[in-house]
């Protein structure tokens, strides 16, 4: 019988559409080598399911690895986690244990900006109710509205905002554009005009958040700033949820004082199946796909794997250890 301990165990977190190992070649790694998926969060059971484990892969944030966790994963030497930020993962407890983190490439702005797009058609033309309408026999019930000649306000105007401008371009919708430290020149590069986010807010009849989250945007969007929005405006937000005050937007929501909301990040997710949102008129809500494409994840997983054969390598050249025994690296 072979000890594990000879072996290289892998845990590869969250994939919850179970496609890791069809998306990359694994056996690159080598025959060494012990690769587990879950395809669930594991909560407050990470510490019993990854205790066993030597290199952990993280999907983006769904998993947090914190000082807490790290303590409890004796065998842990690596973590790599897909995409450009590592802020999930307590790195100053990594370097203390000498476990190293890497990151892979980002993601691709296109798939969110195209999902944010997704989001305004879907809302604008009601298409989930009258899909569900047509498969429950009912015809014609809403009302659509045409985006030609109506005006698009984006907070934030960085590579994802600037694809989703084009888009509002490409539909003949007037551009406006917010960000704390964006400059007239760069709005009209990308064929926005600048103006305060409270003008923003005010004139837009569709407002779309593009905006990393920081201590900055927590919350920029609440009740006041709801409430200054137009009746029939349209707000997405597929950058990160607590950028909208959630409480507010529920209550906006259920008042009908914004025409609806096309949601893809939430403050809590996996979002609660009992969660309020879920219940809200005129919402369309998605579980936080917009990174979610064949290529964005074969890009992910492809760079997983060469993550963990640089480590290897790296380990093999400073002390011979775990190195694969194919001869491949």
């Known amino acids: ?76 030497r690596f973590v790599a986690v897909t995409g450009s930020h590592a802020d999930v993962v307590d790195k100053a407890a990594c370097d203390e244990r000498g476990i190293g983190v890497r990151l ?61 401008a084009r888009y509002g371009q490409a539909f003949d919708m007037n551009v406006l554009a917010w960000s704390a430290n964006l400059t007239a020149e760069a709005a009209a590069a990308s064929g926005a005009k600048l103006v305060p986010k409270e003008e923003l807010l005010r004139c837009s009849d569709v407002v779309s958040v593009q905006l990393k989250l920081s201590d900055r945007t927590r919350g920029l969007i609440g009740a006041a700033e709801l409430a200054s929005m137009k009746p029939g405006a349209l707000l997405i937000n597929t950058s990160r949820g607590p950028i909208v005050n959630e409480a507010a937007l529920i209550e906006a929501l259920r008042d009908g004082r914004i025409g609806g909301a096309g949601l893809d990040v939430f403050d809590r997710e996996p979002l609660p199946v009992d969660h309020p949102l879920r219940a809200c008129p005129n919402t369309v809500l998605t579980p936080h796909i917009g990174f979610v494409t064949e290529q964005g994840y074969r890009a992910f997983f492809e760079g997983i794997v060469e993550l963990i054969l640089d480590w290897r390598r790296s380990v093999a050249n400073a002390r011979g250890a775990i190195a694969p025994r194919d001869g491949t690296l």
């Open 104 to 164: 892979t490439s980002p993601a691709a702005s296109a798939s969110a900006a195209e999902h944010a797009w997704a989001l305004v058609l879907a809302l604008a033309r009601h298409v989930v109710v009258e899909d569900r309408n047509m498969r429950e026999g009912r015809w014609q019930t809403t009302v659509g509205l045409r985006l030609q000649g109506l005006t698009l306000g984006l907070l934030g105007l960085g590579a994802l905002g600037a694809k989703v």
């Open 1 to 76: 019988m072979t000890d594990t301990n000879d072996r290289l165990r892998v845990a590869v977190c969250d994939d919850y559409q179970r496609v890791a190992l069809k998306m990359a070649d694994w056996s690159r790694l080598g025959p060494d080598v012990d690769i587990e998926v879950f395809d669930r969060p594991l909560g407050d059971g990470a510490a019993d399911a990854l205790r066993d484990f030597d290199v952990v892969c993280l999907m983006r944030e769904r998993m947090a690895v914190p000082r807490s966790l790290i303590e409890r994963l004796p065998r842990l």
